[in-house]
């Protein structure tokens, strides 16, 4: 294919208003598939156009199965031998398509005049593929269509002349004036949702978050367009086991510990299999270097809420070079499984699956990265935005808020906790804390602070302005380029 086909091609400026709303659902119209899709075992390996035929497969199974496409993709994109610029022309093509579904199926319901509800999975997937290509990438409409329309023909033959009317009416305008017809009469937060693929009260919660934190609610537009943005693939080297310089790849800004992978796939990158470094956003490998950084008694250090142990590797390399340990706990076993794999190059780490509502302790330094709603991290699981729901706020806040108790309860006089979250959402981050903390004597430290001594960046840009007085910090994707992380850092009296 043409290198160009595999660029995303830059947005055009947004205009005007109005509504739609996608559903989705069951489905009757449309045909039903007759081909039926082939098992991975059963794919010729140089199949041509695989790689839309693998991003329609990963659509259908995250429409179909709620599979997650940050963990399907890349197993199926293992068991090919593509190369790197294959590879990342499918990723483009199937998390693209996932970023900005909202918009997609805004503009596929006007062009089919029928709602998305009587359209089988199988031909929406090969409609919003063909979309993405047609209107946000450098793909030619030709090849858009025609390659699009090809896969869908191999595997739900009866439905590919309805795939290519819809698509040929999709690129008969452009980007711009598709976004005009399906906004006409939108309300502002409504536009918003449309054009960047965002359910109306995740556009609210950032709205609110942005200015809770301190920051301008203009900004909301760029933070919008991080999400929808290809997030880079970083890597964090782990202390005592290897130095970053050793790995391929480009020192990432803020942690200094990191690349960022270019070319390299991680699975082949030696140190990664090895277990001596590991795929990281940065924001999470920062959590992890500002709780080591902060002076506290010795003795054993905890994380709390460990899965799939991302955050303990980076703790638990510190710790050895500290002549200390780490107690790992996750409630879930499957999530201890993976905490095992992320260590296994240290022998400092007890892994225990247990509700850390229960650990006991004393710790000197204890972290509690607890569950959240993950919106600070839409641009790296692209369907989440959609089956987020409002309530699930709520419903996480009393374990939040009985985690950070216990992360306090299990720390040792003089000891130091940390709370996180992937999560700018302001009942997730300050109102937690601001509870909790309310009526006890334990010291907010100043997190920007630190997070300026580990990364020899201003303190200031770290920080969340609004209540704690500054001290608690808050990561976003499009000011740092990293998932949108909170951190409060905490010191229990003597
Ligand atoms: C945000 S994830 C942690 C990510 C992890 N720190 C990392 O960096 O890789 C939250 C984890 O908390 C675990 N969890 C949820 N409730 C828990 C509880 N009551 N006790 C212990 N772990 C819990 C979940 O299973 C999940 O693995």
């Avoid at 002076?295 to 054993?300: D, L």
């Avoid at 770290?462 to 992380?485: C, K």
Wanted: proline share 6%.
């Amino acid at each position: 294919m043409p290198a160009d086909e595999r660029m995303p091609r830059k947005r055009p400026a947004r205009n005007t208003p109005a509504a739609v709303r996608k559903p989705t659902g069951t489905r009757s119209a449309g045909g039903k598939q007759s081909g039926g899709r082939p098992s991975d075992e059963r794919e010729p390996r140089h199949a041509k156009n695989l790689p839309r035929r693998i991003a329609w497969e990963v659509l259908v199974d995250v429409e179909t199965k709620d599979s997650y496409a940050n963990l399907l993709l890349p197993a199926k994109l293992a068991r090919t031998h593509m190369d790197h610029q294959d590879a990342a022309f499918t990723t483009e093509l199937t998390y693209g398509a996932l970023r900005q579904q909202e918009f997609y199926d805004a503009i596929i319901a006007k062009a089919a005049n029928r709602s998305l509800d009587t359209i089988d999975p199988e031909p929406l997937a090969g409609m919003r593929l063909g979309a993405h290509q047609i209107l946000s990438m450098r793909v030619p409409d030709h090849a858009a269509l025609s390659e699009t329309v090809a896969v869908i023909k191999s595997y739900a033959p009866k439905t590919s002349g309805f795939v290519n009317a819809v698509l040929r009416r999709i690129s008969e305008i452009d980007r711009a004036e598709w976004l005009a017809r399906v906004t006409a009469g939108a309300t502002a937060v409504g536009e918003q949702a449309i054009e960047y693929s965002h359910p109306e009260w995740i556009v609210r919660a950032m709205t609110q978050a942005l200015k809770g934190h301190g920051r301008q609610a203009s900004e909301l537009q760029a933070l919008l367009e991080a999400d929808n943005a290809a997030a880079k693939v970083s890597v964090s080297a782990l202390p005592g086991l290897i130095d970053r310089s050793e790995l391929p790849g480009a020192p990432t800004e803020f942690s200094p510990i990191g690349v960022t992978l270019e070319t390299a796939v991680p699975k082949n990158v030696d140190a990664v299999a090895a277990g001596r470094a590991r795929v990281q956003d940065e924001g999470s490998a920062l959590v992890a270097l500002a709780l080591a950084h902060v002076q506290a008694p010795t003795g054993t250090w905890a994380d709390l809420c460990a899965g799939p142990g991302g955050k303990a590797a980076v703790l638990a390399a510190i710790a050895k070079q500290r002549g200390t340990t780490l107690d790992a706990f996750d409630s879930s076993d499957h999530r201890v499984e993976l905490v095992r794999s992320s260590t296994q190059a240290l022998d400092n780490v007890t892994t225990r699956v247990q509700d850390a509502r229960d650990a006991t302790g004393p710790y000197a330094k204890v972290l509690v990265d607890v569950p959240c709603s993950g919106l600070g991290a839409l641009r790296r699981r692209p369907e989440a935005r959609y089956r987020r729901r409002p309530e699930d706020i709520n419903a996480l806040a009393g374990l939040q808020r009985e985690l950070l108790r216990a992360a306090l309860d299990a720390c040792a006089p003089g000891g130091v906790v940390a709370y996180s979250t992937c999560s700018p959402h302001y009942a997730e981050t300050v109102l937690v804390v601001d509870d909790v903390l309310r009526g006890t004597d334990v010291e907010v430290l100043d997190a920007p602070a630190v997070l300026a001594e580990v990364t020899g960046a201003d303190a200031a840009g770290f920080s969340s302005v609004s209540r704690g007085a500054g001290r608690y910090a808050q990561l976003w994707p499009h000011v740092h380029n990293t998932d949108g992380m909170f951190l409060a850092l905490m010191r229990k009296a003597n």
